[in-house]
């Protein structure tokens, strides 16, 4: 029985399973054709550095190796095109060039690609249409997270590290003290890959020369090789937190804001601040309100319920994905995250055709993200197209400020014919006035007026308090060992807390509990596997605030 198989069998273990397994028709005596065209595409995409390029690779190595056992017979059919060929040709070419071998030699299309194997039977060519299967990779990115770990990076030649923790008081530490192997990690890309394209729920961002970007399900993932970087290295980040708007405790003067009057949002704080939570909050908030809330975001990791479309650039481009949202007529829009000119002037263009903007952008300080509008929208606009600021720091709503538009003598200028527009930027909860934003000669100038703000307040508070030692109460821990998880409870005050739990004086991760008091790590898990041993060894569990 002989096979052709394109490229889509290769980019992941499909065809070698099928063997393996004996799932294949006349299993004693078969013949894999794989045409140089396929051979060709896969050498390209490993030499441009592309994971998805080495994993082709992976595939290719393991059905050299069958045939050497005898267990098939490999054959390399057809003439090879150029790199350049391959580089230039379209995807129906290339699958062309497939189809071409597949009745040269009278042989069976094998494929997972679901319009090849269509084009294929519709030529009258034999197809076997092979639908990957999730399955359960022996190493899983999930397993080097605690559950307080934000990300995990892994690079070879180094010991695997998390940043664990809560906003504002992250660690870096080791996972363990053995450094990664290159093959670790290509066998780890190789099962990220191979689960993004099988899960329909996950995704992959881009796909480029040295740089790969997934969306794993809630996990961001970012494989990056040489020339890109020295060695090749695996970063994944996750949202530690889903929380609703409640959890944040607004004020009721800012939630009536922000359902009737806010429509240019900006949400700021540095990066692991709790910037990206906010706004998933804040699109639930919206879409509960009976509105219509769509998000613009490149990768696309809000964490948002499935009513909310999430959609990314199109064709690289933010641009043509905004002129499709305004097709499609949303309420509000959520923005994540605003970094080029041309996110700044899309998110401008949005806002004065009327949708109600919601962005997310870097800034050490609440008015750092108004500044970075100036110079990329016209000054006098800028008030139009923010209407309120958001200050995330430490997780928390730290700051709010408000912006409006007068005609007045700028604080500390006396002459009447000084006159001029200028914006002031208020406390939104105080009223007070904090900033304003001119031009003085040809300069646009930002001019503090208001006092120490609640933030720098509260930092001194802070730093007081640590300077005095306070004694913290040992909260009793259940902890109990189920199925697939090891589950811990707490009593029901401290629902909804971030507690540090500790096994006898031996710190091992801070977490939010549930609303149930309860923390659920699964036992294949690193962390999964430690507590499990220290349950079985019946040594102490506790936590403290």
């Known amino acids: 029985m002989k096979y052709v ?3 889509s069998i290769l980019l992941g ?32 995409q490993a030499n441009s550095s592309k994971t998805s390029g080495m994993v082709g690779l992976e595939e290719l190595r393991k059905i050299r190796r069958l045939h050497n056992q005898g267990r098939i017979v490999l054959t390399i059919t057809g003439e090879r095109p150029s790199f350049q060929e391959i580089a230039q040709a379209s995807v129906g070419a290339l699958d062309e060039l497939v189809r071409k071998e597949a ?41 080097f997270f605690a559950p307080d ?81 020295d060695r090749m290295e695996i970063t994944a980040v996750r949202p530690l937190l889903s929380v609703s708007l409640d959890d944040y405790h607004l004020s009721e003067k800012l939630k009536e804001r922000l359902k009737e009057k806010a429509e240019g949002i900006l949400v700021a704080g540095r990066p692991g601040a709790g910037k990206s939570t906010f706004a998933g909050a804040l699109a639930e908030f919206y ?36 002129d499709i949202l305004l097709l499609v007529r949303p309420d509000y829009v959520i923005y ?14 949005l806002r004065f055709a009327g949708v109600g903007l919601v962005g997310v952008v870097h800034a050490s300080r609440a008015i750092d993200a108004i ?39 700028p604080s500390g200028m006396t002459e009447s014919d000084l006159a001029r527009p200028v914006i002031e930027v208020l406390d939104f909860e105080t009223g007070q006035l904090q900033y304003e934003i001119y031009t003085y000669g040809e300069q646009t100038v930002v001019i503090q007026i208001g006092g120490e703000t609640r933030r720098t307040q509260r930092k001194k508070q802070k730093r007081r308090e ?7 109460t040992v909260i009793p821990v259940e902890a109990e060992l189920n199925r697939k998880h090891v589950v811990l409870t707490v009593p029901p005050e401290y629902a909804k807390t971030y507690l540090q739990f500790y096994v006898d004086d031996e710190p091992l991760f801070t977490s939010k509990t549930s609303r149930d008091g309860q923390i659920r790590i699964r036992k294949s898990t690193l962390y999964g596997k430690k507590l499990t041993e220290h349950i079985k060894n019946r040594r102490n569990i506790y936590a403290k605030e």
């Not at 509960?288 to 479309?309: F, M, S, Y």
Request: charged share 30%; glycine share 4%.
């Open 287 to 322: 879409q509960k309100q009976n509105k219509i809330v769509k998000t613009l975001e490149k990768p696309r990791d809000l964490q948002v319920g499935p009513e909310i479309t999430q959609y990314t650039a199109l064709r690289g481009d933010m641009e043509k994905t905004a």
């Open 149 to 229: 770990s934000l990300s995990v990076h892994l690079k070879d030649g180094v010991p695997p590290q998390t940043k664990r923790g809560k906003p504002g008081n992250w660690r870096l530490e080791n996972i363990s003290d053995e450094p990664m192997t290159l093959q670790q990690l290509q066998k780890l890309a190789s099962s990220i890959i191979e689960s993004a394209e099988v899960d329909k729920d996950c995704f992959i961002e881009i796909d480029e020369e040295g740089a790969t970007v997934v969306q794993l399900h809630e996990y961001r993932i970012a494989i990056t090789t040489p020339p890109l970087s």
């Open 5 to 7: 198989v394109d490229t």
């Open 466 to 472: 640590n300077l005095e030692p306070q004694s913290k």
């Open 13 to 44: 273990s499909t065809l070698s399973k099928e063997i393996e397994e004996g799932s294949l028709k006349d299993q004693k005596d078969i013949e894999i054709i794989i045409p140089q065209t396929v051979l060709a595409e896969i050498e390209h």
């Open 103 to 143: 009745r040269k030699n009278g042989a069976i299309l094998m494929t997972s690609d679901y319009v090849q194997a269509v084009i294929s039977e519709a030529e009258g060519i034999d197809v076997m249409f092979v639908q990957r299967e999730q399955r359960e990779p022996e190493l899983k990115i999930q397993d």
């Open 371 to 409: 500044e970075r509008f100036i110079g990329r929208v016209e000054l006098g606009l800028i008030s139009r197209v923010i209407d309120t600021v958001i200050f995330i720091e430490d997780g928390e709503v730290d700051q709010v400020l408000s912006l409006r538009l007068i005609v007045k003598v």
């Open 336 to 349: 994540d995250e605003l970094r080029k000119t041309k996110d700044f002037q899309i998110f401008s263009d």
